[in-house]
């Protein structure tokens, strides 16, 4: 990068533009989008997922997924905090086992943002503390067989978690091998 100004921020996201260049010894742009890094929550209750539903605005429509998001403000947050805190906002769950499963890259081609994989464990049931822009949001308890058919229906549509919900398997098949 030869050098760098920011274009556009909010309170959730920059957009900045680098000047660069290629390997090639040529100039170029690059546009990124610099977003603080987010935690995704699978909750798992024996055969059931808790998922939450929102709209979406770019999208223009409402999406069932996993509970994720970010610190406000931009701020940075220890990911497995922030996972608790995303669970308890989203959906008023409390976790007495978070684990790790691994990391997402949202869009690496324009977007620095990644993302922590965990699964919640040992659920109780409190109150949702949700942020104004979560006021319409919605969640549901639903079997796995539920979550693969709303995904092969395309009514789950959410990369992150798509992805997720395949590190929960490499994880389980993982625990499974190391059983025997």
Known sequence: MLSSREVYRNAWMTVREDDIRRPDGSAGIYGVVDKPNYALVIPLDGDRLHLVEQFRYPLGLRRWEFCQGTAPGLADMEAKALAARELREETGLRASEL????????APGMASQRGTVFLATGLTE???EREVEEQDMRTA???RAE????????????AQ?????????????RQSRSAT
């Open 161 to 173: 978690s798509v992805a997720a919900y395949t590190l929960l398997l490499l994880h389980e098949a």
């Open 141 to 143: 308890w639903f079997t």
């Open 126 to 128: 409190g109150h949702a």
């Open 99 to 106: 684990v790790e499963l691994g990391v997402l890259d949202v």
């Open 147 to 158: 979550f693969e058919a709303m995904i092969a229906r395309g009514e789950i549509t959410d």
